[in-house]
């Protein structure tokens, strides 16, 4: 069915009113009631489940619909397709209040696998029990030719995972024993074909034996990778056997949730009978005999994996195959050591088979995880291979979306056992934040989780340059594939982008060197300015995979600062406000981009001269050619109000000694001549607006350096009374908001009459260190609140100075 049609069965279920619902509910109900429902009953249950499942909300069922569905699950003459759809549409509502299935007296496996998916679904773990325990029953009640097992396997499975424990010893090892006949003693011959019977019927040949996926006739005993015509039914509870084996190994092992209650051996104990098991397995427990069956079936897929596979989809089995294998091992590693040493030769040749094979990269992660846990155990150096992972393989695997998400898993997985050797993922954060600029909507969070575990002193600045790269990051790497002559390889993109000037521009020496830094995979230290690669990558900017990434950067910007803030000391904070000054005006170009960023920084601007104030001191050469360069108009001038803000708040001798007269002059005279730049005495309908907090910010700054230095209250208070006059004036009013320019000459005249006691105005606007505590605000006897109610009333009195 085409996207559309489903799309419009989706709108029509959700629309489907209760009254509705309830006419339906009746025909379904007696459909069901005929002996034998048709195709019509069929059609109507997907319908029905359709309505239930297409929405968030719980939808009501007529209590006599909700017996029927029950009631069709258990007679085995049903038809299969119907008591399917009747068990999807019942766990569909679970839970329901009103239901009355029980599996006690169910016999058939098949049938037992379908009450047991919906009772599961209940979330009662008492029910839970009781369905583990009938489901036991069966196993241990069943004749070898008797139906098949592998309906229950899935039931079992889940049992575990939703209550462990709820299987006894007995029957615990009952599993344990057939899971070993399963992966170990399946038939080695196909599976006979289905005979059409009758009198003359040709005699069937003796099935051949299976086949390796390379086509070889298989010499050893069958596996998930052993291929054939036709499977026998031990073959497919071969298969169902090795897919829950981790699973069950987790549960059941020593230490797991599900271990049952039996009095544990020591490890040498168990050590010393898994290395005797090589020889003989047939004396051991039947929890290490599973062990054992399973390392040696782990053992032969790793073989398998190796052979060269006939079809595609056999080759993807492998893959899949491998991964298993790896993770099983892990666990048996973890839960006997003994198991280690037999399997490090195996995965060290396994290893150097993989680094070198890009299309089983896959494997290559729990691989390394099995490194990292098992490491220092078998004195192996696991550093080589995390290398590996972190920088080469997102490098080059970065448009792989399922690959992306699990390297940023493993990643995250990995940290505890790092530990704090974290050397090589932060030195590779470069390569990771490639994952992150191809695939930013989905692997954002993990991010931002991940983001304080990649940064320390030695990277911030450079993963802070990064960081404002990204959206950049991202147009080059779709040049790079673009330009990649393994067109397979090659991700879809928006075919009506042009960039036909991008790969031209892009073999110009100096900019290939630009590029080369850009796409680097690990730290280099060296930050470059990216300014002419912006230019290169221009025509790129309305992509919509960098507009997406472009949206990530400012929660990653928090998430950095949050983390960096942690530990950042002096020299690092110094370092970091001077970058944000010098990266505010040199951004990629991206529609909205650049506004949003600026909001980012100027808070977190503020933040860091919040922690450090007397960075305004020693960064005012910088802070003065910001200022005079008018560049933090930009982005709606959101960073030039912050450093305004800062210069008036923190250049004063009360946070830093070392502030002299000489450089409040130099700012008030830099900050006078951007405000008689952003507010011209005739404004002009061609030229852009200042903010109205840009215009407040100055003229309080201006004021509270007048205050420090009181030769300069002259000038500003000039200054101020054109600024109340210029925002009564009808034609301010005509370009500005009348509400901005209310606040603007509110702002002056408050000043204005501030000003008019010196003394007191510097107590305002420059109070002591002393006076930020709590208390300064909030007792009323305190000096701060009473000077401003004094200065209140003693300008009161004073005619002319109030607005009005």
Known sequence: MSTAGTESLLRQARALREEELRQFCSRVSALLRKEEPGPE?????????????????????????????????CPPARPEPLQLLCAAILREMSPCLGL?????????????SLVASVLLAQGDRKQVRSVGQRVFRVLESRQPEGPS??????????????????????????????????????????????????????????????????????????????????????????????????????LSGPGGPGAPDTDDKSEQEGSTLSVLSAASTGRLPPPERLREKAFEYCQRLIEQSNRRALRRADSDLQKACLVEAVLVLDVLCRQDPSFLYRTLSCLKALQARLCGDPTCVRALLPLAQFFLSHGEAAAVDSEAMCQHVFSRVPAE???????????????????????????????????????????????????????????????????LHALLDLPCLTAAL?????????????????????????????????????????????????????????????????????????????????AFFSAVTQFADGALTNQLARLLLERSDSLYQVPGYEARVHQVLSAQFLGLCQRRPCLVVELAKELLEFVGSGGGLRGGGSMLTSVVWAVGEYLAVSWDRRCTVDQINKFFEALEALLFEVTPSRPSATLPQCPPQLVTALMTTLTKLASRSQDLIPRVSLFLSKMRTLARSP??????????????????TELLNLLKMPSVAQFVLTPSVEAAAPRYHRDTNTALPLALRTVSRLVEKEAGLLPG
């Open 731 to 748: 034609a301010a009013g005509s370009l500005r908001c009348r509400e901005d320019e209310r606040a603007i000459g509110t702002r002056a």
């Open 397 to 463: 695997h970065f448009h792989s979306p399922m690959l992306a998400f699990e390297l940023v898993q493993f990643c995250r997985d990995s940290l505890p056992l790092l530990g704090r050797n974290l050397s090589a993922l932060r030195g590779s954060f470069p390569s990771l934040l490639k994952l992150l600029a191809w695939n930013s909507p989905p692997l954002t969070s993990e991010f931002v989780a991940l983001l304080p575990s990649l940064v320390d002193a030695s990277t911030a600045a450079e993963m």
């Open 41 to 73: 009953a069929l059609d109507a249950l997907r319908r029905l489940f359709l309505i239930v499942s297409a929405t968030k909300y719980d939808r009501k069922l007529e209590k006599a619909c909700v017996d029927l569905l029950q009631t069709a699950l």
């Open 100 to 112: 009355s299935l029980s599996c006690d007296h169910v016999q058939s496996p098949r049938q037992l």
């Open 478 to 558: 779709d040049l790079q594939l673009r330009l990649s002559p393994a067109a397979s390889e090659r991700p879809l993109w928006d075919a009506s982008l042009r960039t036909t000037s991008c790969p031209d521009a892009s073999q110009d020496p100096q900019l290939q060197g630009l590029l080369q830094h850009l796409l680097r995979a690990e730290a280099s230290g060296a930050p470059e300015r990216l300014a002419p690669l912006h230019l290169l990558l221009q025509p790129m900017a309305g992509c919509a995979r960098v507009l997406q990434c472009a949206e990530a950067v400012p929660t990653l910007l928090q």
């Open 149 to 250: 097992l592998r309906p229950l396997l899935p039931v079992v499975s889940k049992v575990a995972s939703l209550a462990p424990g709820t299987f006894r010893e007995d029957q615990a090892n009952l599993l344990n024993k057939r899971l070993v006949d399963w992966l170990r003693y399946a038939s080695v011959p196909q599976g006979l074909p289905h005979s059409s019977g009758g009198f003359f019927t040709p005699r069937a040949r003796q099935p051949g034996p299976v086949t390796e996926v390379d086509g070889a006739v298989a010499t050893d005993f069958f596996t998930v990778l052993s291929t054939a015509q036709r499977f026998t039914e031990d073959q497919w509870l071969n298969v169902q056997a090795f897919s829950m084996l981790r699973a069950w190994l987790q």
